[in-house]
């Protein structure tokens, strides 16, 4: 347990006993990365300021059941994913915002680009439409690993905790979502029409 691990343990601890005004600081540590997160799945930043708030609400209610020996982060984004399944099933719907770099060297390192300036966002506006499309198409468990590989540069574990597969399963659906969205994206700069999604993939 790193330093960072600790002093989260030691806020947690002092937010349990009674110091319940300790919280805002797992907020402000964790408001950016939740947000940036919240956003990739949505796209949208009215959606993201109300699953970002459902999110510390949850956390603030669920902290006693909180194990510490677990990792905090972890368990942080997991109540994020499970708020965005919420939001989706609410709205019945889903949209997702990527950047992209050029000649898919990398499709994937785009998605967790947030370097762009504006006007190389303008210019890649196609290029952005072109990867949500493909997003849209992958089934879920490949778009949810890839959002949370890219965008916060988790790592296969805290994936794997978070989604609660085995870190095998982690790896093997993020080499072929890559694949997936590479085709895709290729058919469709070619001017043939993507694949349809698979769900049962």
Not at 108 to 121: F, G, H, L, V, W
Request: hydrophobic share 30%; charged share 30%; with cysteine.
């Amino acid at each position: 347990m790193n330093s960072t691990d600790n002093n989260e343990t030691d806020i947690i601890k002092q937010i349990l006993s009674s110091k319940k005004n300790l919280f805002h600081l797992l907020v402000e540590r964790y408001r950016k990365p939740i947000s940036s997160l919240i956003y990739r799945w949505t796209g949208n930043r009215g959606d993201m300021e109300d699953i970002s708030q459902e999110v510390f609400l949850r956390c603030f209610k669920y902290l006693k059941s909180f194990d510490l020996k677990q990792n905090f982060s972890s368990w942080l984004h997991k109540i994020a994913l499970n708020c965005v399944y919420d939001h989706i099933r609410k709205k019945r719907k889903e949209s997702f915002f990527y950047e992209d770099d050029s000649k898919n060297k990398s499709t994937i390192d785009s998605i967790a680009s947030n370097d762009k300036n504006p006007e190389e966002t303008a210019l890649q506006k196609e290029e952005q439409q072109l990867i949500q499309k493909a997003l849209n198409q992958l089934p879920d468990h490949y778009r949810d690993v890839l959002i949370l590989r890219f965008t916060n540069q988790l790592s296969y574990q805290e994936i794997a905790d978070i989604m609660e597969i085995p870190l095998s399963t982690v790896k093997i659906h993020i080499h072929r979502a890559k694949e997936r969205l590479t085709r895709s994206l290729t058919e469709m700069k070619a001017g043939n029409p993507a694949e349809k999604p698979n769900r049962g993939e």
